[in-house]
Every structure is written in structure tokens, then in C-alpha cells.
């Protein structure tokens, strides 16, 4: 079955069962967010019983999603206390980054590192061959797999409901695909479909614990990802975020969707492209330098710099909204991140009360490449075992 709602996933149990999931949700976590801990310090830091402790720490090593990898030393001339932690190859995840040309897949195991990646042999598949690529590079990961595989993540552009299925993905021309059923019908394995802007949200939380985050997304077209308190925020119809099909100039150019003037129209990275070479060219770079070295740097800056300011005239009305502080631009435009950022938080200064400037942060994402694999990653992770695993 496909995965998106943890709560909706997990049947009744009892209050005894329910605590004991819990506890060993609690270990595992503190596990991952402290890289190398010890029994006691696990007790120390879950309030457990240092026996219901030595328990669950047994399970996990059982399970394979923990190892000892050594001692600390002894406080105070005592035994030195073994030290756990996640277990690198304890699991495998197969990553599904469908937002980028080509398409492309990775092997990924718990601790983070990609062991093996793939990609489509065209750039550009879209209607059912990109759903058969999709499958294709889910196959050759699963070939290369060295453990057992805890699931399937796939982060898509688009709007999905609740059961993974793409009700809409123009970039991919999906129209009510349900890439979620034909991924666990195929392969048999738990799958986790999200879309790539939200999931890249949860892949910049796992990288930079904080509470709330908005990300926004520049690639083929635009999205955000919203992280309040902690929590995903996927909207009442699963589609928070889609701000590229938002209107921003009603002379403005003919979108994909049907509507004049789309975000997506001024500030994608074709829009980027388009707007610093002079002319529609599906072949130039996505690379900002490149881009610079054929028609000029001043062109290129300028083009980037249309593209920030109005993403930063929506950004601020979101901050203003929301009241949150940190905002992340994730750009597929190589060697853009700085003067992307920089044009983004002009306008967005601009354009917010006074009483705010200073206190709402713009940064660059982490791991710009790979951030879509990663949130595909964190997907399973939270679905699966229900932690973020840092």
C-alpha cells in the first residue's frame, strides 16, 4: 500500500502495545539525534527504566537498525559504557527524484550515504514512458540492495492525493497517475509518494533541525514546502504550496496551466534561461555560469534578480501570514544560490513591516542536488519507523 499519513497507517493497538511502539520510537530517535549515545544516556534522556532500556536497545540490535560501534570512556574508573548507533546498512531505501532532468534514483541506506544512483537514458520522458522509467530505475536500485529495503520514496512535481496517486503534474503531463499503487504492486514494498517541494522541506529539517521553515523550490516550475512546528503542513486537499500557479502579472505569458502570468512563468529556471538568452532554448544549461560565459554575466544577474524579486513579493506576504523566520531557496539553477538568495531577500525586505526586517533569515538549501533523494529518504524514514533520522 502507498504511504502518506503515519496516524492513518497503524492499527488500533492496545495502551500496552501503543507504549511499548513508543519507547522504541523514543530509543531509536535518541539514537539518531545523538550519533553515538550509550545505554545510560538513553535512560538519561528518555526517562526509561535503565531494564526497559537494555530491552528495547536488544530489539533494535536484533532488528538490525542499530550496532555497537565501540566505548566511551569510564566515568569515574568503571566499565566503559558501550556506545550505539544507526546502523548505516541496517536498511536500505530506494529515492524516486522525478523533479529533475532526467529522472533519477538512488540506493540509500539508514545513515544517510547513497550507494548506488541511476538515471532515465532520456532528459525529457514524460505520459506513461516516465512512469515506466520510474519503475525501471526503482528495479535497478532494488537489484543493487544489500539489505532488507524498508520502502519506496518518491518526490514528484505536481498535486497528489492522499494515496500518492499525481493528480496533476504538467512537467511530467500525469493526469490522475497513481504512481503509488503501480510502485507497491510491482515491487511489493511500502511506498511514500510526496511532492518534491514538501518533501525537500522535510529533507532541509532533517539537515537543520528547527521548528518551522518555508522552502521554495525553483526548478521546471515552482513550489513550496511549509514546516510548522515541526510538522509537515500539506493543506486540506494535499496541494499547500503550489505557488507557481499563482497569478503575479496579468499581462504576463501564457503558463502551462492555462492561466496568464503564472509565477512559474517569471521565475522558473526555463523562465531564468529564456529571459537571459533572449530566446526558448530547451537545450541550454540549467547552470547560471554557463549561462554567463555564453551571453554576458550582467544578463544573467538581471534575468536572476527579476525571478528573486518576484519570488520575494509572495515570500512576503507568506512571512507576514505565517510569522516564519526561516526560508530556504532551493534552486535546480546551478552556481545561482547566492544572487538568487540575495535578490529574494531584497525584495522580501521590501516588502514586510519594518518592525520584521532582521528577523526573517534567507538562506540557500543544503545539498541542492540531492535534496529531493533526501526528502524522499526522510519520507520512508518517518513513515516506516517514524523518526527523522539525522
Excluded: Y
Excluded at 545513515?111 to 537514458?121: F, L, Y
Amino acid at each position: 500500500m502507498t504511504r502518506q499519513s503515519p496516524t492513518a497507517r497503524h492499527p488500533k493497538k492496545t495502551s500496552r502495545d501503543d507504549s511499548r511502539r513508543w519507547n522504541l520510537l523514543a530509543t531509536l530517535q535518541t539514537v539518531a539525534a545523538s550519533g553515538a549515545t550509550s545505554r545510560a544516556d538513553i535512560a538519561r534522556a528518555t526517562g526509561l527504566t535503565k531494564a526497559s532500556v537494555s530491552s528495547i536497545v536488544a530489539e533494535l540490535l536484533d532488528e538490525g537498525l542499530i550496532h555497537e560501534i565501540g566505548t566511551a570512556p569510564s566515568d569515574g574508573g568503571g566499565k566503559p559504557p558501550t556506545l550505539l548507533a544507526i546502523h548505516p546498512r541496517g536498511r536500505d531505501i530506494v529515492a524516486v527524484d522525478l523533479s529533475r532532468r532526467p529522472i533519477r534514483a538512488a540506493l540509500v541506506g539508514l545513515g544517510g550515504p547513497i550507494h548506488h544512483r541511476v538515471s532515465a537514458p532520456e532528459p525529457g520522458v514524460t505520459g506513461p514512458a516516465a512512469l515506466d522509467a520510474a519503475l525501471e530505475l526503482v528495479a535497478r536500485c532494488l537489484d543493487r540492495a544489500e539489505a532488507p529495503v524498508l520502502g519506496i520514496g518518491v518526490g514528484t512535481p505536481g498535486m497528489l492525493d492522499p494515496d500518492g496517486t499525481v493528480i496533476e503534474a504538467t512537467n511530467l503531463d500525469w493526469h490522475g497517475v497513481a504512481v503509488g499503487a503501480e510502485l507497491a504492486r510491482r515491487f511489493g514494498l511500502p511506498v511514500s509518494v510526496g511532492n518534491d517541494a514538501h518533501v525537500s522541506a522535510l529533507a532541509e529539517m532533517r539537515s537543520h533541525p528547527r521548528d518551522s521553515l518555508l522552502l521554495v523550490k525553483i526548478g521546471q516550475g515552482i513550489g513550496s514546502g511549509l514546516v510548522l512546528n515541526g510538522v509537515l503542513h500539506t493543506g486540506d486537499r494535499f496541494v499547500a504550496g503550489e505557488i507557481g500557479h499563482v497569478v503575479v502579472d496579468r499581462d504576463g505569458a501564457i503558463c502551462r496551466c492555462g492561466n496568464r502570468g503564472c509565477l512559474e512563468t517569471v521565475a522558473s529556471v526555463p523562465a531564468i534561461v529564456e529571459r537571459a538568452a533572449g530566446v526558448k532554448d530547451p537545450d541550454l544549461p540549467w547552470d547560471a555560469m554557463a549561462l554567463a560565459a555564453r551571453f554576458g554575466e550582467a544578463t544573467v544577474r538581471e534575468a536572476i534578480d527579476v525571478a528573486g524579486r518576484a519570488i520575494g513579493e509572495m515570500l512576503a506576504t507568506a512571512a507576514a501570514l505565517l510569522d516564519v523566520t526561516h526560508i530556504v531557496i532551493a534552486s535546480d539553477l546551478a552556481n545561482s544560490s547566492e544572487a538568487i538568495v540575495d535578490a529574494v531577500e531584497r525584495s522580501l525586505t521590501a516588502g514586510i513591516h519594518p518592525s520584521s526586517v532582521g528577523h526573517i533569515e534567507v538562506t540557500a538549501a543544503s545539498a541542492r542536488s540531492d535534496l529531493v533523494l533526501a526528502g524522499a529518504v526522510a519520507m520512508v524514514l518517518r513513515d516506516e519507523l517514524g523518526v527523522v533520522l539525522r
